[in-house]
């Protein structure tokens, strides 16, 4: 059985940094795309950031060259290194692993970011 569980989440001020991690239980996370995604109040669920089983990486164009997501096989963990957060950066982010076309979800970790 898969399982994440999300951690990192909580109040910064806006400039501020945060390090969202990901922990996953059961088999093949080296060979997954790990995710984050990210659901404002009031908004639609939107993909932040996305890393290949060989560590390409994929940004939102909103997030790119503030945020950074990274992966530990070894660990079986993926992270998201958020820099000079922002105040719409406001949101609850899910960890996502999608493995053999089913999509994993974690049960989210909540940002956010004052002004």
């Known amino acids: 059985q898969v399982q994440l569980v999300e951690s990192g989440g909580g109040l910064v001020q806006a400039g501020g940094s945060l390090r969202l991690s990901c922990v996953v239980s059961?088999?093949?996370?080296?060979?997954?795309?790990m995710g984050w995604y990210r659901q404002a109040p009031g908004k639609q669920r939107e993909l932040v950031a996305q890393?290949?089983?060989?560590?390409?990486?994929n940004y939102a164009d909103s997030v790119r060259g503030r945020f950074t997501i990274s992966r530990d096989n070894a660990k079986n963990t993926a992270y998201l290194q958020m820099n000079s957060l922002k105040p719409e950066d406001t949101a609850d982010y899910y960890c996502?692993?999608?493995?053999?076309?089913?999509?994993?979800w974690g049960q989210g970790t909540q940002v956010t970011v004052s002004s």
């Open positions: 996502t692993m999608l493995r053999y076309g089913y999509i994993y």
């Open positions: 059961g088999n093949g996370f080296s060979i997954s795309i």
């Open positions: 890393i290949t089983s060989g560590g390409t990486t």
